[in-house]
């Protein structure tokens, strides 16, 4: 009786599973008469559902895959352009007028595909095409068919088209075989630091925030402790080591010199960069970094070395050497050894590329008491505008950008930039060391807006950008709480900083439009640098 209901039960069973099998297909039929349905509809009006700003024919409606391939194909014959496959010429979208209403977007694109930040990067202003790359545009032009391959034996060592295999896989270019960080370095050009759509970072990002070190050692100068790691494809790296709690504030008696440089600052405006846009600071990630086996047992730093202990509660400390808190009383101890930090791509060897360094004109002052000019001449900027390498070209602009940015992550530290010296004053500037950011989210220091206020001018690219992330729904705090939401470390700020970007973009808008309003000539506050485009 038992076996016959046994077998009873099974039968049953089988024929629920086919019964559920064929409603499956039914469906997968339904879907499939359904679509070239839709399609015939969609031609015949016209409208095809594409992404806010991007036109019919545009290579970017291709998939991720094809974009990709088309990149690697790109570089085959030289270090490439990443420009011709990102922003095709004509591809375009030519908009004569870019009210209010417009850059709001497509909402209903924005809720349908449920990435706000895809939706961004697809609005017309994200897709301004840039100049023609050519090869004096490049900051490296490499020989097409060298070649470079990790050997067999484990032993992590590189070897060139000397030693490697002649024939690469079918499909393969000599691109290929370089590691993300060469690909990074291989892709700077005159105009910026990595393109919009960039298939390398991904990548790039999760090999800084996984792949095995095999070096740690102390980076020299700085103010405070900073370390060098080094990866098994010779890939360089800087890590920063987590110093505040995310929900610690700067206390106000700090002077913005004697601040801690956070490393989730770091992370963050990495972020904050490319969501305006400029994609001037090199990528950053979080790391869990363990102290014990990849810092103290691998460091061939001395120094470094003999600053290690094991504190009361059993964690594994160090402070190295440095000017500000590297002490005993400031040592860095993780739990037990783990240690939260920032890790950050390392720009090429100053050997090999060149950069120069600019003290800011509206450096502070770095003292307790005295102030700098532009604090004391309202009229400093003239004087700016007057001396070189201001008093042409878009540098200033450029600084202005940098201005924005600052303020909008609260960073008071910015007393040089660099530039890439093989392109001269044409070319973009590098936002460098932004640790001291993040600070203070219930203080906006509108002193760090000086020079937009001063010089009333600003990009009508950047104003239009920043007009866009205060409308929703590109809100800037939502963009970059869900870039950083993919961080290893995440969360990576406290809701507090995010609700206060909103804030201050507020009065960066609010500054130009007071710059506006006294203006005699708006196209001097508003600088057209986009032409025909917007």
Same mark, same amino acid.
């Not at 024939?167 to 690909?183: E, H, Q, R, S, V």
């Not at 691998?298 to 050497?321: M, Q, R």
């Given at each position: 009786?038992?076996?016959?209901?046994?077998?009873?039960?099974?039968?049953?069973?089988?024929?629920l599973?086919?019964?559920?099998?064929?409603?499956?297909l039914?469906?997968?039929?339904?879907?499939?008469?359904?679509?070239?349905?839709?399609?015939? =509809?969609? &031609?015949?009006?016209?409208?095809?559902?594409?992404?806010?700003?991007?036109?019919?024919?545009?290579?970017?409606?291709? @998939?991720?895959?094809?974009?990709?391939?088309?990149?690697?194909?790109?570089? &085959? #014959? &030289?270090?490439? &352009?990443? !420009?011709?496959?990102?922003?095709?010429?004509?591809? #375009?979208?030519?908009?004569?007028?870019?009210?209010?209403?417009?850059?709001?977007?497509?909402?209903?694109?924005?809720?349908?595909?449920?990435?706000?930040? $895809?939706?961004?990067?697809?609005?017309?202003?994200y897709?301004?095409?840039?100049?023609?790359?050519?090869?004096?545009?490049?900051?490296?032009?490499?020989?097409?068919?060298e070649?470079?391959?990790?050997? +067999?034996?484990?032993?992590?060592?590189?070897?060139?088209?000397?030693?490697?295999?002649?024939? =690469? %896989?079918?499909?393969?270019?000599?691109?290929?075989?370089?590691? $993300?960080?060469?690909?990074?370095?291989? @892709?700077?050009?005159?105009?910026?630091?990595?393109?919009?759509?960039?298939?390398?970072?991904?990548?790039?990002?999760?090999?800084?925030?996984?792949?095995?070190?095999? +070096?740690?050692?102390?980076?020299?100068?700085?103010?405070?402790?900073?370390?060098?790691?080094?990866?098994?494809?010779? #890939?360089?790296? =800087?890590?920063?080591?987590?110093?505040?709690?995310?929900?610690?504030?700067?206390p106000?008696?700090?002077?913005?010199?004697?601040?801690?440089?956070?490393?989730?600052? !770091?992370?963050?405006?990495?972020?904050?960069?490319?969501?305006?846009?400029?994609?001037?600071?090199?990528?950053?990630? #979080?790391?869990?970094?363990?102290?014990?086996?990849?810092?103290?047992?691998?460091?061939?730093?001395?120094?470094?070395?003999?600053?290690?202990?094991?504190s009361?509660?059993?964690?594994?400390?160090?402070?190295?050497?440095?000017?500000?808190?590297?002490s005993?009383?400031?040592? =860095?101890?993780?739990?037990?050894?783990?240690?939260?930090?920032?890790?950050?791509?390392?720009?090429?060897?100053?050997?090999?590329?060149?950069?120069? +360094?600019?003290?800011?004109?509206?450096?502070?002052?770095?003292?307790?008491?005295?102030?700098?000019e532009?604090?004391?001449? %309202?009229?400093?900027?003239?004087?700016?505008?007057?001396?070189?390498p201001?008093?042409?070209?878009?540098?200033?602009?450029?600084?202005?950008?940098?201005?924005?940015?600052?303020?909008l992550? @609260?960073?008071?530290?910015?007393? /040089?930039?660099?530039?890439?010296?093989?392109?001269?004053?044409?070319?973009?500037?590098?936002?460098?060391?932004?640790?001291?950011?993040? @600070?203070? /989210?219930?203080?906006?220091?509108?002193?760090?807006?000086?020079?937009?206020?001063?010089?009333?001018?600003?990009?009508? +690219?950047?104003?239009?950008?920043?007009?866009?992330?205060?409308?929703?729904?590109?809100?800037?705090?939502?963009?970059?709480?869900?870039?950083?939401?993919?961080?290893?470390?995440?969360?990576?700020?406290?809701?507090?900083?995010?609700?206060?970007?909103?804030?201050?973009?507020?009065?960066?808008?609010a500054?130009?439009?007071?710059?506006?309003?006294?203006?005699?000539?708006?196209?001097?506050?508003?600088?057209?640098?986009?032409?025909?485009?917007?």
């Amino acid at each position: 009786m038992r076996r016959r209901l046994q077998t009873l039960v099974q039968r049953k069973f089988k024929i629920l599973l086919l019964l559920l099998l064929l409603l499956a297909l039914l469906l997968h039929l339904a879907m499939d008469l359904a679509l070239p349905t839709a399609r015939r =509809l969609w &031609s015949s009006d016209g409208k095809a559902p594409r992404a806010s700003g991007t036109v019919s024919g545009s290579p970017l409606l291709a @998939g991720p895959k094809k974009l990709s391939l088309r990149i690697l194909q790109d570089f &085959s #014959g &030289s270090n490439g &352009s990443l !420009e011709r496959s990102s922003h095709p010429q004509g591809a #375009g979208p030519q908009i004569k007028d870019l009210g209010v209403q417009q850059q709001r977007g497509d909402v209903t694109q924005a809720q349908t595909t449920g990435s706000k930040l $895809a939706a961004l990067f697809e609005h017309p202003l994200y897709n301004i095409p840039m100049p023609e790359v050519t090869d004096k545009d490049k900051l490296f032009v490499v020989n097409p068919m060298e070649k470079f391959s990790l050997q +067999s034996s484990g032993s992590d060592e590189w070897v060139s088209s000397s030693k490697a295999e002649a024939i =690469l %896989p079918t499909g393969k270019t000599a691109y290929d075989t370089y590691p $993300a960080w060469l690909k990074f370095h291989v @892709g700077i050009n005159r105009y910026e630091l990595y393109p919009r759509r960039d298939p390398l970072m991904p990548t790039l990002l999760h090999d800084l925030a996984t792949m095995r070190i095999v +070096s740690s050692v102390q980076k020299s100068g700085g103010t405070q402790l900073k370390l060098i790691m080094t990866f098994p494809n010779y #890939g360089q790296a =800087l890590f920063k080591p987590m110093k505040q709690s995310r929900d610690q504030e700067t206390p106000v008696d700090f002077f913005y010199f004697s601040d801690f440089e956070r490393h989730n600052a !770091e992370i963050a405006a990495f972020h904050l960069d490319r969501i305006l846009d400029f994609r001037r600071i090199p990528p950053v990630s #979080g790391r869990l970094v363990n102290i014990t086996k990849e810092i103290r047992d691998i460091t061939t730093d001395k120094k470094l070395a003999k600053t290690f202990f094991i504190s009361p509660a059993g964690n594994v400390c160090f402070y190295g050497e440095c000017s500000y808190y590297c002490s005993t009383e400031h040592a =860095l101890c993780g739990k037990p050894d783990q240690l939260e930090g920032s890790v950050a791509a390392l720009l090429p060897d100053k050997a090999l590329a060149k950069r120069r +360094s600019w003290r800011s004109p509206w450096r502070r002052s770095y003292h307790k008491s005295k102030k700098a000019e532009w604090e004391l001449n %309202p009229n400093y900027c003239a004087q700016v505008r007057q001396t070189p390498p201001y008093d042409r070209g878009h540098r200033l602009l450029d600084l202005i950008d940098m201005t924005v940015l600052d303020f909008l992550m @609260g960073n008071m530290d910015r007393h /040089h930039y660099e530039t890439f010296e093989k392109f001269g004053n044409d070319t973009f500037l590098l936002h460098l060391d932004n640790g001291r950011g993040f @600070g203070r /989210h219930s203080h906006d220091e509108m002193s760090i807006l000086a020079p937009l206020q001063q010089c009333c001018s600003i990009k009508k +690219s950047t104003y239009l950008r920043l007009q866009l992330l205060a409308t929703r729904p590109y809100l800037l705090s939502e963009l970059l709480r869900e870039a950083l939401a993919a961080d290893p470390l995440a969360p990576i700020l406290a809701e507090p900083h995010l609700r206060a970007l909103d804030r201050r973009l507020g009065k960066v808008l609010a500054a130009v439009g007071h710059c506006l309003a006294r203006a005699a000539r708006p196209g001097e506050v508003v600088v057209d640098d986009v032409g025909p485009w917007v």
